[in-house]
Structure formats: C-alpha cells, structure tokens
T-cell receptor
Framework: DAKTTQPPSMDCAEGRAANLPCNHS???????VYWYRQIHSQGPQYIIH???NNETNEMASLIITEDRKSSTLILPHATLRDTAVYYC?????????????FGKGTLLTVNP | DVKVTQSSRYLVKRTGEKVFLECVQD?????MFWYRQDPGLGLRLIYF???????EKGDIPEGYSVSREKKERFSLILESASTNQTSMYLC????????????FGPGTRLTVL
C-alpha cells in the first residue's frame, strides 16, 4: 500500500542539478515528506524533510507543491558521489509513529 | 557525528544455527531499530526498542527476537536460522521515537545456507 510514487531511475550529468520527483497524492495534513538516500553497500542516510514550506539544507532543497500532493528533491550540483537510491517517505512526525516505510525509490546515476 | 556500528558486514551461517547480530550507537539515543532489506521489498521493520529492556514488534517479527540490556546496544537474534532469513540487516537509532532523523549502520549481509 504505497504512499509515494517515484520513477525507478534517473540520470544526471555531473555538475548539473538533479531534480527527483515524488507523488504523494494521499498525504494527510499532519504527514511530513522525508527524503533519504542509500549509497551502494551503505545504510540509508537522512537528507531533508518538510511539511508544506520549501526547505533547504547543506545537502539539498525540497520543493513541496501547494496542494502537497507532490514534491521534488533538488541536488543543486550533483557529483559522482551522489549516485544512490533516493527514497521519498511520508510519515506522521512526532508521537509514536516512529516507523519509516521505504518504497523502491529512484536510482539516480550521476554521469561524468 | 552519530555513529551506528554493526558487528559484521558479512556473515554466513547454516540452517538451524542461532545467530546474533549486534548493533551499537554512541550518541545516547533512546530508540533503536532493526530492519531487513530485500530486493523488491524495500526496508521492513523487524523490531523497535524505545528504552532499555523495552521492545515493540515491527512488521515482520516472526523468527526473530531482540535484546536491549544497555542503552547503546541492540541485538537481533535468529533463534534457528532459515534460508528465507538470508538478507541485508540494517540497524538504526534515533534520539526519540518521533525524531526526524534515523541514523543507520552500514548493514550486515547474512547468508543462511
């Protein structure tokens, strides 16, 4: 019962912006959008999260549409080390809802 | 930096053996998690612990048990390993149960023959 839909794979040229889309049309008002990534042979790594405003940190930017039904993770200047599977996760933050439900994610390949 | 370490990166065991997977975190986090990751199925939560000696079942607890005797250490136990438990096992920790960020270890790839 997937809460998010992501393309299975994307390519990006090194140095260019990578824009990873995610659809979450059934998101509820108290659910946040989280992004994690998993580099080959490593555990997942938190990137960013947001509720309805756009967010930016040292790793990426998160753009959430006004209706909150979709979002885009932006890596402004992709490097080869950004090649990974990127997971978009919807979760009710706070309280006892601790579980992260990872779908299949998007394999981003950054090419030289 | 938070560090979550797992006792082995690769492990090969035989069917019926008792298997212990150890996880240690160094940031005094309250919560620790065990997931398994399989191709096409994503990460699935096995067990969760929110305090010493406290645990909750996740989505797939059958065939597994856990132990948390100290805050920094969370063990996953396969009482009698079976071939369908061949998988990548990932441990994670977070400051509190609803914390935004879970920190993951590097994973243990377990093969049961």
């Amino acid at each position: 019962d997937a809460k998010t839909t992501q393309p299975p794979s994307m390519d990006c040229a090194e140095g260019r912006a990578a824009n990873l889309p995610c659809n979450h049309s059934t998101i509820s008002g108290n659910e946040y959008v989280y992004w994690y990534r998993q580099i080959h042979s490593q555990g997942p790594q938190y990137i960013i999260h947001g509720l309805k405003n756009n967010e930016t940190n040292e790793m990426a930017s998160l753009i959430i549409t006004e209706d909150r039904k979709s979002s885009t993770l932006i890596l402004p200047h992709a490097t080869l080390r950004d090649t990974a599977v990127y997971y978009c996760i919807v979760r009710d933050s706070g309280g006892s809802n601790y579980k992260l439900t990872f779908g299949k994610g998007t394999l981003l390949t950054v090419n030289p | 930096d938070v560090k979550v370490t797992q006792s082995s990166r690769y492990l090969v065991k035989r069917t019926g053996e008792k298997v212990f997977l150890e996880c240690v975190q160094d940031m005094d986090h309250e919560n620790m998690f065990w997931y398994r990751q399989d191709p096409g199925l994503g990460l699935r939560l096995i067990y969760f612990s929110y305090d010493v000696k406290m645990k909750e079942k996740g989505d797939i607890p059958e065939g597994y048990s856990v132990s948390r005797e100290k805050k920094e250490r969370f063990s996953l136990i396969l009482e009698s390993a079976s071939t369908n438990q061949t998988s990548m096992y990932l441990c994670a920790s977070s400051l509190w149960e609803g914390a935004n960020e879970q920190f993951f270890g590097p994973g243990t790839r377990l093969t049961v023959l």
